[in-house]
């Protein structure tokens, strides 16, 4: 195992002249690179003792020291290099320097113990600009998907609510138009409209608001703490049913559970009863 702790971190800029500092940071600049705008470069490195990112090595050399290899890093970044692992055993004072261009956020499988060699990778503040899915940027259950152009992501997005649809490319949707009924013993009320939603429908929608469609026990835990409301809507085990407390005509005229064990038709459409806790 590798291990993550001890670690140091490596700043460097292209710039003209060339400082650093030894601390828990070492910020340096590269002397060759111009110093307008378009050329400047920056990357924050973090290190990891005694470990190597394996495979995807782009080129090896000798350095002087683990600055040169860093300047050697930023120099292929980010389209050939993305990390380094640093040799620390001096050769006629010369090190090996290995560069990578993957990095541990993106292949953790990689990273293995190795004596002599320190791994130093990009932080992610700087990694997920070219690689935005480390910023989680889908939403609602969406699954990330890098482009095969660096600064670019798409998102699978799950099953779509006819009435509650995607309104961009993130899978996000507009909670607008979702009603919410208050939670009691942590069961709720949710539509999108009324009787809207197919079984599926429902499920997805449950889960877009963190939570599951609620089971026939938990629905009855809600309505010994109170829970009423005179509409028909889904359970987990697709069965339909509401709480009343109060007798009322067109309500089932009865207190209770109002529903049967009988599962419907999931492509029927009722409203959700929905459970998080």
């Known amino acids: 195992m590798v291990d993550h702790g001890q670690n140091r971190h490596l700043k460097v800029q292209t710039l003209m002249s060339v400082t650093f500092t030894l601390l828990e940071l070492i910020a340096t600049t ?14 924050m ?11 995807n090595v782009t080129m090896i050399k000798t350095v002087n020291d683990e600055l040169d290899c860093a300047f050697m890093c930023l120099r292929n970044y980010p389209q050939n290099c993305l990390s380094f692992n640093f040799g620390g055993t001096s050769i006629d004072g010369k090190h090996t320097c290995e560069l990578s261009n993957s990095e541990r956020a993106l292949e ?12 130093f990778g990009v932080e992610k503040v700087y990694l997920s600009r070219y690689f935005p899915c480390l910023t989680s940027p889908c939403r609602n259950g969406g699954s990330c998907v890098n482009g095969p152009v660096l600064e670019t992501f798409s998102c699978n997005c799950p099953l779509e609510i006819r009435k509650l649809p995607y309104i961009d490319n993130k899978c996000t949707v507009d ?31 449950c889960e877009i608001l ?7 026990d938990q629905l009855t835990v809600a309505y010994q703490a109170g829970l009423k409301r005179c509409v028909w809507a889904w359970l987990i085990d697709a069965t339909v049913r509401y709480p009343m ?8 005229n009865m207190i209770g559970i109002v529903g049967n064990e009988f599962p419907r038709d999931k492509s029927n459409e009722y409203d959700a009863w929905c459970h998080k806790g």
């Not at 590269?30 to 990357?43: G, S, T, W």
């Not at 013993?185 to 939603?197: D, I, R, T």
């Not at 407390?245 to 089932?252: A, E, F």
């Open 175 to 205: 909670h607008g138009l979702v009603e919410v009924g208050s939670p009691v013993q942590n069961v709720f009320y949710v539509a999108v409209g009324k009787k809207q939603l197919n079984y599926d429908e429902a499920e997805r929608l």
């Open 108 to 119: 953790p499988h990689r990273m293995q113990s190795r004596e002599g060699f320190d791994y």
């Open 30 to 43: 590269d002397a060759y690179a111009a110093a307008d705008d378009q050329n400047q470069k920056e990357a």
């Open 245 to 252: 407390q109060t007798v009322k005509p067109n309500c089932g």
């Open 45 to 55: 490195f973090y290190n990891i003792k005694t470990a190597s990112l394996l495979d």
């Open 210 to 216: 963190g939570a599951t469609l609620a089971s026939l």
